[in-house]
């Protein structure tokens, strides 16, 4: 008879525990439970065994392969953390464009103060000036009448666009209506200049 016939591994064969009640009610023999087997331990004897395992584990490993380990895991830490792959690329500074930087801060400080009449006055004076270039006037200031018949003469249109964007400036700032007309007859004036390039 097999020593394991009263082991879980036989609870599903067909009449293993009828066979086992029979032969206790018979009293023929003696029938013995291993517990240790199915996991039964004693409190003093399952602490002791786990103690003696950790302590037989250090006492077995050789000293030598446990600083090893540590010295991998220890570069292998290093690396991950403190240290990107590839070579180290140094930082590129942004080109800082000076003069864009003080117009828009300029810009600003005009918009927040109401500046639109000073910015549009300076812009006509501007494109007046470089119209009379073009025209071959020169630069000195010329007036307006002057400069209406030269556009004329040169282009063969009307000078009516011209004479919009070259109206003397109201004194108030203008409304932003106002200033999209006036930029609109400028668009209007710079696409004719380009159709007789100007």
């Given at each position: 008879m097999t020593p394991d016939l009263g082991a879980n591994a036989y609870q599903t064969?067909?009449?293993?525990?009828?066979?086992?009640?029979g032969l206790v009610k018979a009293?023929?023999?003696e029938l013995w439970v291993n517990e240790f087997s199915h996991g039964y331990r004693d409190r003093e004897t399952d602490d002791s065994a786990q103690q003696a395992?950790?302590?037989?584990?250090f006492l077995r490993a050789p000293l030598m392969l446990v600083w090893v380990q540590g010295l991998v895991l220890l570069a292998i830490a290093l690396v991950a953390l403190n240290r990107r792959w590839g070579p180290l690329q140094p930082l590129s500074i942004p080109a800082v464009n000076n003069s864009e930087a003080y117009m828009a801060a300029l810009a600003g400080v005009l918009r927040r103060s109401g500046g639109t009449g000073f910015v549009l006055s300076q812009w006509q004076a501007a494109e007046r000036r470089r119209l009379q270039r073009q025209l071959g006037l020169g630069d000195r200031p010329v007036p307006l009448g002057e400069l209406l018949q030269s556009w004329e003469r040169r282009t063969g249109e009307s000078s009516a666009a011209l004479a919009k964007v070259m109206a003397p400036l109201p004194e108030q700032p203008p409304a932003l209506g106002q200033l999209r007309q006036w930029f609109q007859s400028l668009a209007q004036l710079h696409r004719l200049g380009q159709k007789h390039s100007l």
């Open positions: 064969a067909a009449g293993n525990y009828a066979f086992l009640a009293g023929e023999a395992v950790w302590g037989d584990y």
